[in-house]
């Protein structure tokens, strides 16, 4: 009896051995890989991050300073080139998309604090349309306040528009400063040649008549003027539309206060 007790006990023990065998290996491979991994997700740059977590649909990797999209196409991220502020307002890379905060504490924006003022606009062609047919080919009505305003589907942003809406109808004082609004537009913007945020169907201004605009009130002004700062948007309307992803034209030191934006990796 005691044989086959030690004869049994040996074979199990080769048993464990050989299962312990099969899987230390194994193991190793699955630890190597998640560091691979992680090493690999490591070496993309924070900002880029961003824009993966903000635009999960669209899928976009990142090689070598590249965003690489899903038909194979890429855009640079960083092309290395120091500019000047009005440089950055007509040729700005991805990377200094996010060279300014977009501060929520401060009620007046520093000095040139124009956080997502600049765009680079070759990103936001390839994801919501090169010309005013294409971008139209995405956007959707949308019963804003009395009038129908045509706003993007592409990323969730019209949805997120109409939660906005549903958040602000709960609150009567607010509705007078939504009225009159205006979204979609396909237009350059104001004395530059570049496109407004308008062109690709996500941004929406509010009533004009309680907006400021920074040349309405300083029509001499230039890029880098010092300029005061004006605003009769309640904070209540600028909260919740931040809460849903869209950032206000109000946080800008070039203020324009009636602008909202969906440009959700900014909040992030």
Request: aromatic share 14%.
């Amino acid at each position: 009896m005691n044989n086959n007790y030690h004869k049994h006990l040996f074979v199990g023990r080769c048993i464990l051995s050989i299962f312990a065998g099969c899987s230390h290996p194994a193991n190793k491979q699955s630890k190597g890989t998640k560091k691979d991994t992680l090493l690999i997700k490591d070496s993309i740059p924070q900002n880029v991050k961003k824009i993966i977590k903000a635009y999960p649909n669209l899928n976009i990797l990142y090689k070598e300073n590249h965003l690489i999209f899903d038909d194979g196409t890429s855009i640079v991220y960083d092309d290395g080139k120091k500019k000047a502020f009005e440089e950055m307002l007509d040729d700005c890379d991805i990377e200094k998309m996010f060279s300014m905060s977009y501060d929520k504490t401060s009620v007046i924006p520093a000095y040139l604090n124009d956080c997502g003022r600049s765009r680079n606009e070759a990103f936001f062609q390839k994801i919501y349309g090169k010309s005013e047919s294409e971008v139209r080919k995405n956007l959707v009505k949308i019963d804003w306040f009395g009038v129908q305003i045509l706003f993007t589907k592409i990323n969730g942003a019209s949805i997120q528009l109409e939660k906005v809406k549903q958040e602000l109808m709960q609150h009567e004082h607010l509705k007078k400063y939504l009225t009159n609004s205006s979204s979609f537009y396909w237009r350059k913007v104001r004395g530059a040649n570049r496109q407004s945020a308008h062109s690709y169907g996500i941004a929406i201004d509010i009533n004009t008549s309680y907006s400021n605009y920074w040349l309405w009130s300083n029509p001499k002004a230039n890029e880098t003027s010092k300029i005061k700062y004006e605003n009769q948007i309640p904070v209540e309307i600028v909260n919740i539309f931040e809460k849903h992803g869209f950032i206000w034209g109000g946080r800008w030191y070039h203020y324009d206060t009636m602008h909202f934006e969906y440009r959700p990796e900014l909040l992030i």
